[in-house]
């Protein structure tokens, strides 16, 4: 199982990001996804998270409104557009595949974006 | 918003004696499917989370024997029976209905 994050950079506050994830060695498609974030020496804070089809997605309040999860299965992928980006979205974003089954918990390396004039 | 909170926030601990982290939830945890979703992630220094314990005590392919987990409700620990130099990190307990996290214990040598 791999996952690979792309798409960090740093950006000025209230510009746009488009991050992703390209997995592989799994079915894709039978997987929950998720974005989970890490401030600079900070814990981990869940940002959000899609089922198979894309038909039920869920967000941290902090997020809602300005960011948007999707995935394209044809392609392996997992998105995350981060619009109107405060200096407090500043963070390592991992992808994620985890379900409540033995083996079953995955995460990227991380893409650091950064946020700041 | 079920809140997650463990203790203490920082361990430091002799090579080869135990350790335990304690994490208490804002509200039961236990699922009308009977299931208990709580599990426990180590992030070592410089790497990615890498999940230990899944649904309170049961251990991910790997993981060495010396990491248990228990708990009920609101109630959780991880036991580390005997600290090895490898443990180093902070460890996570995370409750995976509403993907909540604790806000970690760092784990050091003594």
């Known amino acids: 199982v791999q996952l690979v994050e792309s798409g960090g950079a740093l950006v000025q506050p209230g510009g746009s990001l488009r991050l992703s994830c390209a997995a592989s060695g799994f079915s894709y498609n039978d997987y929950w996804m998720s974005w989970v974030r890490q401030a600079p020496g900070k814990g981990l804070e869940w940002v959000a998270r899609?089922?198979?089809?894309?038909?039920?997605?869920y967000y941290v309040d902090s997020v809602k409104g300005r960011f948007t999860i999707s995935r394209d299965n044809g392609q392996n992928s997992l998105f995350l557009q981060m619009n109107s980006l405060r200096v407090d979205d500043t963070a390592v974003y991992f992808c994620v595949r985890d379900c409540s089954t033995s083996g079953c918990s995955n995460w990227g390396q991380g893409t650091l974006v950064t946020v700041s004039s | 918003d079920v809140v997650m909170t463990q203790s203490p926030l920082s361990l430091s601990v002799t090579l080869g004696q135990p350790a335990s982290i304690s994490c208490r939830s804002s509200q039961s945890l236990l699922e009308s499917d009977g299931n208990t979703y709580l599990n426990w992630f180590q992030q070592r220094p410089g790497q990615s989370p890498r999940r230990l314990i899944y649904?309170?005590?049961n251990r991910d392919p790997g993981v060495p024997d010396r990491f248990s987990g228990s708990g009920s409700g609101t109630d959780f620990t991880l036991k580390i029976s005997r600290v090895e130099a490898e443990d180093v990190g902070v460890y996570y307990c995370m409750q995976a209905r509403q993907w909540t996290f604790g806000q970690g214990t760092k784990v050091e040598i003594k």
């Open positions: 899609m089922n198979q089809d894309g038909t039920k997605k």
């Open positions: 649904m309170v005590s």
